[in-house]
Structure formats: C-alpha cells, structure tokens
Nanobody, 114 residues
Framework: QVQLVESGGGLVQAGGSLRLSCLVSGNIFSINVMGWYRQAAGKQRELVATITSGGGTNYADFVKGRFTISRDYAKRTLSLQMNSLKPEDTAVYYC????????WGQGTQVTVSS
C-alpha cells in the first residue's frame, strides 16, 4: 500500500515559481513509476511529468524546459519544480504512483494570475 500527500500549491503571478512536494508513505522502493498529473476546471486530467524507478523522466510538451521532476528516497519525497508559470498552468496537481495499481494523492491547487 502507498499513500501520497501533496503540498506546496498556492497562488503565484505569471512568470513566478512554485515547488510541489509529495510525501510517500509505504514502500517507496517498490514503486515503478511516479509522476504528476493536473486537472484544470472543466478539463480532463492530463500528464505533466513522470519519473521511473531507474530515474528516467518524461515531460508533457507544454512544460518542457519549465518544470523539473525529481525524487528523494531518503526524504520519501517526489517534487515538481515549476518555473516560468503561466495562467494556463492553473489546475489541481495530483501526485501519482504505480505499484501493482495506481495510487493518487488528494491534489493541491495551483493558481497562476496574469
């Protein structure tokens, strides 16, 4: 079993930065893939970035060069550094983990004002 708790969301002006964190409970070493998804109001949830157990990363085109995903096993944390934020990045951001099934956090709101 894995539990995920996000933090770090908030309100920021366009061009600003935020860092999201996801604290992982359970056997973090058993997780195959971790990542971040987001869901804007009235839209479907979409992939933002993923990182595999081997350290490979994947980013959605709309965040490449602006967002960086990372993990720290010692701190049991998955992070998403978000720079050069745009109003269209406004969404609820969800932490995700896959280990014999998908696990989701409760989400954290990110609002970018123009």
């Amino acid at each position: 079993q894995v539990q995920l708790v996000e933090s770090g969301g908030g309100l920021v002006q366009a061009g600003g930065s935020l860092r999201l964190s996801c604290l992982v409970s359970g056997n973090i070493f058993s997780i195959n893939v971790m990542g971040w998804y987001r869901q804007a109001a009235g839209k479907q949830r979409e992939l933002v970035a993923t990182i595999t157990s081997g350290g490979g990363t994947n980013y959605a085109d709309f965040v490449k060069g602006r967002f960086t995903i990372s993990r720290d096993y010692a701190k049991r944390t998955l992070s998403l550094q978000m720079n050069s934020l745009k109003p269209e990045d406004t969404a609820v951001y969800y932490c995700y983990a896959f280990v014999r099934g998908a696990y989701w956090g409760q989400g954290t709101q990110v609002t970018v004002s123009s």
